[in-house]
């Protein structure tokens, strides 16, 4: 048995993502952080660290809230995708 | 989407906001009454963005649904319940209890939701999917609707069943923004394995399953646990951490990303025979609430306006079991009979008529235990007590039976563990049993 990458376990999910972010970063408040939990925390690894800066990625969201519950900038302007798009969930 | 031959009425008795367990049982009650309801979900199909851990309780099911038993999607009843202590060196403890009867069963909760909406659609209820309601709509502090992009649909009444991302009731300003202190993050791995292999491994016959939870070491000490659940033909592995903590350790950097955990169980030796020649087949993550009572709004009637389910905090977790499901549909059905008895009367939906509802639920049965369970909330969260309840049972058995030459006697292995833990075996005891009692 070997590790998967998050990449890889989301790759085993059945998708249809929509073509416009349901989540909008404020990349001011962003850039001031110095804990960045959402890197750490969010079960999807959509948020990374590119030269010191948050880089935010919303294809393999899960709509789960971590992130708009932990951010201390309150930089995360988190809504749901339209139209039924994002995850979709069969055996869980 | 709306099927273009249905008539789409412009007004309805109620609209029901959230296509989970509360919100599929309150439009299925309400339509079998013979009200007009329209019930809404954001998802692609009715339980599309569902994620639970995998165990329900019957008992208030029925209640709604007297046949589900029989009728409804069941995978296995859970026969064995085992809980493990694990330990950072490899040491784990674990116990079984064998289960008399059927109280409980796994099932996939899309695959059960939308069997509920289903019976609700026979009993009328109209079910629209790929809506993502953007707000409850007010008329002199009255909500009197929804509104989605620009649509905008009325009803007598409103029930909010969103669950625990709360932005409708956020943006009326009736609950606060989301506190690490009352959530939990869940992260979870569904394992394809074949259905012979799983009997077999699990020691259970074809209908039969086992519900295991994991305390300690699996979430990197931090609270919360661990979940292993049968299906027919697959196992859900999971963890769950108290949000707060898990802050406090990201902070302190003992966790770096929050997918490794549910990897970690998946790959550990312990556990990793069970599911040899597994494949992952999803994956994915859902909020969940720590401790109900606190998350719980102020009030759970407003004029024309009711809450219900996780968005209402009904749903216990004491680490050992958690009650989401159950009480969701327990809460739907209340619901659904304070919206009766206010639309009979003849100023309908006020928030007079509809405080039944929160009557009806301080004197349910989901009331009673989220408040019988509090003091064991406090307890789950406390990261020492987390450490100490895994290390001293850990301690005293490695002194019991990993053995060189002389057996220790119990008293003796139980003086050590103590020591270990920088109590005597008489203070630690009396602090155990503190601890005991609030469980
Ligand atoms: C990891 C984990 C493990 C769990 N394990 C168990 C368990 O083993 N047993 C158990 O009984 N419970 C368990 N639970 C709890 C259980 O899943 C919940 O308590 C239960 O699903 C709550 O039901 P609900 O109907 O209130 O909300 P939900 O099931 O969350 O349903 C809310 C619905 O509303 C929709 N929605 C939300 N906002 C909008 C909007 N604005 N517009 C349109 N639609 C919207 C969502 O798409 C969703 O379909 C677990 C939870 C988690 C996260
Ligand atoms: S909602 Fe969850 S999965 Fe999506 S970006 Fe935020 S933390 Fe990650």
């Known amino acids: 048995m070997k590790r998967l990458r998050i990449e890889e376990l989301l790759q085993r999910n059945v998708w249809d993502v929509g073509k416009k972010p349901h989540i909008e970063i404020n990349m001011d408040a962003c850039g001031s952080c110095e804990s960045k939990l959402c890197v750490k925390l969010c079960p999807a690894g959509c948020y990374t660290v590119v030269d010191g800066k948050v880089l935010f990625s919303y294809e393999g969201c899960l709509e789960c809230g971590t992130c708009r519950t932990v951010c201390p900038q309150g930089a995360v302007k988190w809504s749901y995708p339209r139209s039924g798009k994002g995850v979709y969930y069969r055996f869980t | 989407m709306i099927k273009s031959n249905t008539t789409f009425p412009t007004k309805f008795d109620a609209i029901v906001v959230g296509a989970g367990p509360a919100g599929a049982a309150s439009a299925y009650v309400l339509s079998k009454k013979g009200f007009k309801v329209l019930l809404v979900d954001r998802s692609r199909e009715a339980g599309s963005k569902e994620l639970y851990g995998g165990r329900i309780y019957l008992g ?126 869940g992260i979870k791995e569904v394992l394809k394995v074949r259905k012979n292999e799983i009997n077999a491994q699990f020691n259970v016959d074809d209908d039969e399953g086992v519900a295991w939870i994991l305390m300690g070491d699996i979430t990197l000490g931090i609270p919360g646990g661990g979940f292993i659940y049968t299906f027919n033909e697959t196992i859900s592995i999971g963890i769950v951490i108290h949000m707060a903590n898990a802050i406090r350790a990201a902070e302190a950097g003992a966790i770096n990303h929050s997918f490794e955990l549910v990897e970690n169980l998946r790959l550990h030796p312990y556990f990793n025979k069970l599911w040899k020649s597994s494949d992952v087949i999803e994956y994915g993550a859902h909020l969940t609430i720590e401790d109900g009572l606190s998350f719980m709004p102020k ?8 809450i219900v389910g996780d968005a209402a905090g009904l749903i216990l977790n004491t680490g050992y079991t958690v009650r989401g499901v159950d009480f969701a549909v327990y809460s739907g059905k209340l619901a659904a009979e304070a919206v009766e008895k206010a639309l009979s009367e003849k100023e309908g939906a006020t928030e007079e008529n509809l405080k039944v509802y929160e009557d009806m639920v301080r004197k349910s049965f989901m009331y009673n235990e989220l408040k019988r369970h509090r003091a064991s909330k406090e307890l789950m969260k406390d990261p020492e007590f987390f450490t100490k309840i895994s290390r001293i049972p850990l301690k005293f058995f490695s002194e019991l039976y990993e053995i060189d030459k002389e057996v220790p006697t119990a008293y003796e292995a139980f003086k050590n563990a103590c020591r270990s833990e920088d109590s005597g075996p008489l203070s630690l005891m009396f602090k155990l049993w503190g601890m005991v009692k609030k469980l």
């Open chain 2, 60 to 185: 208030p099911l029925k209640e709604v649904w007297p046949d589900l038993d029989k009728k409804a999607p069941i995978h296995r009843w859970i026969k064995k319940e085992r809980a493990s202590i694990m330990g950072k060196d490899g040491r784990i403890i674990t116990i079984e209890y064998n289960a008399g009867r059927r109280t409980s069963f796994t099932a996939y909760l899309p695959e059960l939701v939308r069997w509920m909406v289903s019976k609700a659609e026979e009993e009328g209820t109209i079910f629209v999917d790929e809506v993502v309601v953007d707000e409850l709509l007010t008329s002199d502090g009255k909500v009197v609707g929804i509104r989605s992009g620009p649509d905008e649909i009325r009803s007598d009444v409103v029930i909010d069943a969103e669950g625990v991302n709360r932005l409708l009731l956020e943006k009326l300003g009736l609950v606060s923004g989301p506190r690490p202190e009352e959530l939990a993050l």
């Open chain 2, 299 to 306: 009030r759970l009637v407003y004029p024309g306006l009711l």
